[in-house]
């Protein structure tokens, strides 16, 4: 797709929900090797910051943002994400999960570390992230931010197009697994709730989630958004009912009657 297509599609999206926060363009790389002009928060800021910060320097400030291992510093993103010498990250993730009390035992710790997530271990990989409108790179996965009611428009817009009604994998931690990887692995669009670390180190409000999709996806969703519910006028934000004549208490109703109206 061409910068101009992308940047066309990606204000669009924007305009028409209204978002808060601009839709973001995230390349998984094999070397931490980035365009110019691209932001590495270990050298402009002499800090290391959580994957999620990262998020939200995209999507907040409009920075392109390149994250490598000397960027980061939340543990378990960067066992997931493969930044570290884990040689099985599943186990790792187990282990640290009953420690801070976020598994009861092993055996759940399990359960769930087994449905997350991962890629490949590889502390030499980078990770990009940029505003939609402004990446450099063709995107492995789109992230957009928004309230409940654009969810709704969103899904409504990708299952209009597919026809399968959209899922998310929910566990109230490491969710940056979820909408980083979760799309570029399955080629489908999900849908997150953020969790304690976007919430705490990212600053992501109690009203956000999160739609992602697979880089290759935006024309689909954007042409679902153009067309779903057409024939219904829906759109975001929602057209309120307004086609009905309220009832009011008796008091009002009594002093309604004594004044003739």
Known sequence: MSGSTRQEHANFIYENL????QPIAVKFLENAEFPDKTRRPSQVLGKRITICQGVTMAR??????G??????????AMIAFGFTPASDQKSVMRKL?????LSKDMDTAKIESDSMFTLAKNPDKGIYLAPLTRTALEPDTIVIYGNPAQMMRLIQAW???KGSRITGNFGGKIECTEYLIGPYKENEARIAIPGNGDRIFSMTQDDEMAFTLPGGGLETLVE???NAGKALGARYPITFYQNFQPEFPKHYKELGSELGV
């Open 18 to 21: 209204r978002l808060r926060t």
């Open 60 to 65: 907040v400030y409009g920075w392109p943002v």
């Open 67 to 76: 994250l490598g291992r000397e960027d980061l510093i939340c543990v378990p």
């Open 97 to 101: 999960l009953c420690n801070v009390t």
């Open 159 to 161: 299952v209009y197009m």
């Open 224 to 226: 679902g958004l153009k």
